[in-house]
């Protein structure tokens, strides 16, 4: 048996958190012969960590084989030591009335202190995926509040909308999901993201050929995909969580043991490429090998899709823009 790993995963009592952890106790995210170290933080509030408890407790009834420990935390100073993975799923939903620019501002405080706190205690191969919204700038924060790390060890997670639109395809097609190949979303995980298909394939098969129809792509597949976060909400009156975890789990899982080739989807620090200005943490396509990833080069990028990239980059400067002072 491996020696175990450590796993640190935020707001650990709230919805995701409850669709996450067993997954991860299980072996799902890192394989079935890794025992695993939980190290869970939320909130000093006595509800959030009377809710942490519970969830301890039903973790412990599982008797997992590969749960190595279970720790409970308050700070991230404490939460974060030595931990080889950090999921940062917690983070403050935008209230009733509240503005873009307040939302930034509160989810910047958090998301520094935890980047200072990843930076000061964790592994230094710490690989970081950033769940809570708004994502992308979320990552973008602790990247940055992290100067010691490397960079490329923060990302945020585009997997959900990259798994939303390969379910579309599937059933536009009467194909396999598991049979979709060379799919990815560009940008932000927000309702501005594109989803492109046109490099995607099913048994090597052009997807764009198979469906051969833009007005599809354009006025249903794109908005279905764009909004299908809130079309859960308002279906469920709670937003997605179960698979939001799921995603959760194949990204690391993906990032960790590889993807054989396989695209997928990463919110990363951009390097540059497909000319997306150095660090925006933006949706790419890329492939995973020896725990790295790497993005996926050469693809054509037509006027429609440089249209889209274009809007969900501006998204994406704005809130880096928004945020600016807060990381001086
Ligand atoms: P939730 O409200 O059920 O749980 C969030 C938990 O985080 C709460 O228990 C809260 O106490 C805790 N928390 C808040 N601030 C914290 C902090 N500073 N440190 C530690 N814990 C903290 O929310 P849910 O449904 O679990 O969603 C979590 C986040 O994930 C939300 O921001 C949501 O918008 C986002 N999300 C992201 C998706 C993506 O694709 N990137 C998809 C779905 C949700």
């Known amino acids: 048996?491996?020696?175990?790993?450590?796993?640190a995963v935020t707001g650990a009592a709230g919805q995701i958190g409850y669709a996450l952890l067993f997954r991860i106790a299980s072996g799902e995210m890192l394989g079935k012969d890794q025992p695993v170290i939980l190290q869970l933080l939320e909130i000093p509030d006595e509800r959030a960590q009377n809710a942490l408890k519970g969830v301890i407790m039903?973790?412990?009834?599982c008797a997992f084989p590969l749960l190595a420990g279970i720790e409970a935390h308050s700070d991230p100073m404490t939460a974060f030591k030595d931990t080889d993975y950090a999921l940062l799923v917690g983070s403050r939903p935008r209230g009733p009335g509240m503005e873009r620019a307040e939302l930034l501002s509160i989810n910047g405080a958090i998301f520094i202190g935890q980047g200072k706190a990843l930076n000061a205690v964790a592994?230094?191969?710490v690989k970081v995926l950033v769940v809570g919204n708004p994502a992308n700038t979320n990552a973008y924060i602790a990247m940055k509040s992290a100067p010691d790390l490397n960079p490329n060890n923060f990302t945020a997670m585009l997997r959900l909308d990259h798994n939303r639109a390969a379910s579309q395809i599937a059933a536009k097609t009467g194909k396999a999901v598991a049979d979709i190949e060379k799919l990815t979303v560009w940008g932000n995980h927000s309702p501005s993201m594109y989803a492109d298909y046109r490099f995607a394939t099913i048994n090597g098969e052009s997807v764009k050929s198979m469906i051969n129809d833009e007005a599809w792509n354009r006025d249903v597949f794109l908005p279905t995909v764009?909004?299908?976060?809130?079309a859960i909400i308002a279906a469920r009156g709670l937003s997605s969580a179960a698979s939001a975890?799921?995603?959760a789990i194949d990204h690391m899982r993906d990032w960790a043991l590889g993807t054989n080739g396989k695209w997928v989807t990463m919110g990363i620090p951009s390097d540059g490429s497909y000319g997306i200005p150095k660090d925006v943490m933006f949706g790419f396509p890329v492939t995973c090998e020896n725990g790295e990833y790497k993005i996926?080069?050469?693809l054509e990028i037509d006027e429609f899709s440089r249209e889209?990239?274009?809007f969900t980059l501006a998204e994406l400067e704005e809130e880096r823009a928004g945020v600016a002072h807060l990381l001086g």
């Open 226 to 230: 764009g909004k299908r976060g809130a």
């Open 58 to 61: 039903e973790l412990e009834d």
């Open 1 to 7: 048996m491996k020696a175990p790993v450590r796993v």
């Open 123 to 125: 592994s230094r191969d």
């Open 308 to 310: 889209r990239i274009n």
């Open 245 to 247: 975890a799921n995603a």
């Open 296 to 298: 996926v080069q050469g």
